[in-house]
């Protein structure tokens, strides 16, 4: 049994997520022989981070994130915190000849990507950005649908990803609200995801068009307990939002299709509303991640007098990673695509082989992203260099 000693680097709510997966990894896949080490947590205050290791079963803490990645009993580096700390970590944990595995969105802009992916790629490690919803079971039948063309040629996508965690005015100034912290707000948290699920299953993207909005100028500030989708305020005062409350774009992708984009945290009732349309000349494929197990299906191939949007429950054996949690119908949830990333990332890592989403996907949705800020800022629709 060869064993993969893992170094994360966060443990707040992804830092929960992907500790889970390198727990849960091999219980249900067989990963060849490798066997993933929670070896060490690391974080800046020294008594929760125990506390999550403690419980999480990491064998040992660091408070210094260079400590951990110098180590040479770390063989790959799980960079689970916020974004504007990705870049320095990334660079340097490639650089030490780490394997990575982080958390979207890549980096606070283009530039930073393009550096990352370089490093990454000098140093020949295998690096991966985790877009989890790419390995839900029923996106992988929406994939498989159109890459047997049984929806035709894509004319339209339509992607929304929808929360409302921050409606309320006295959410506090978390750092998702800061663009010193966050780089931006739904725009590179949410639509990065659709971004990444649209370029897997629709193409790449050539022009861009976009405006951005904000409902809430100014918060009360947190206290020491608040995080993404947990409030909590210090009394100290307020603090001046300095990110978009939501963002709306339109694309045309290189094949011709013609794309759109919202992402919003004010879409009150929505809770994590990550959903999407795609249109063709034969079919059409509707999914909803709060439905996360069913794809919706419509199919000309149908006689005309029973055609209609069927659902699909993504839960047989013959579904991308189901043959290894549950019967039909015994339905899987949002962690499972973090175990599913974890399973492929360590097949990646013992192959030798790269792992999709990587940092190469991630310069091309930060330039996407970018893209759309600028013409946002600008007014104007902006064409795409890569
Ligand atoms: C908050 O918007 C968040 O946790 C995102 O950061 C995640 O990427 C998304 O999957 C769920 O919501």
Known sequence: MKTLNIGIIGYQFMGK???????????????????PVLKAACGRSEEPLKAFADNWGWEEIETDWRKLIAREDIDVVDIAVPQHLHYE???????????????????????????????????????????????CPAVRLAKKLIDDGKIGTIYHWRGTYLQDWITDPNFPLTWHLQKEK?????????????????????????????????????????????ATFKGGTSGTGMGKVTVEDASFLTVMFKNGALGSFE????????????????????GSIIFNLERMNELQFFSKEDPIDSQGFRT?????PEHDYIANWWPPGHIIGYEHEFTHAVVDFITAVKNGTSISPN????????????????????????????
């Not at 997520?17 to 066997?35: E, M, R, Y």
């Not at 970590?89 to 030490?96: D, F, G, H, Q, S």
């Not at 699909?312 to 047989?316: D, G, M, S």
């Open 312 to 316: 699909i429950l993504a839960t047989e």
């Open 17 to 35: 997520a992907h500790s889970n997966a390198w727990l849960q990894a091999p219980h249900f896949f067989d990963l060849g022989g490798v066997k």
């Open 89 to 135: 970590i990334a660079v340097e944990a490639v650089k030490a000849g780490k394997h990575v595995f982080l958390e979207k969105p890549m980096a606070m802009g283009l530039e930073q990507a393009r550096k990352m992916a370089e490093a990454a790629n000098t140093a020949g490690v295998v690096h991966y950005l985790n877009h989890n919803y790419r390995r």
């Open 182 to 226: 966050a780089g931006s707000g739904p725009h590179g948290d949410l639509n990065s995801h659709s971004i990444d699920l649209a370029r897997y299953l629709v193409g790449e993207i050539d022009k861009v068009s976009a405006m951005t909005t904000r409902f809430i100028e100014e918060r009360p500030l947190p206290n020491e307990h608040a």
């Open 359 to 386: 940092f190469e996907d991630g310069v091309k949705e930060m330039e996407i992203l970018d893209a759309a800020l600028q013409s946002a800022a600008e007014g104007k629709t902006i064409t795409l260099q890569q």
């Open 263 to 282: 992402a919003s945290r004010f879409a009150t009732g929505r809770k994590n509303y990550n959903y999407f349309e795609i249109y063709g000349s034969n």
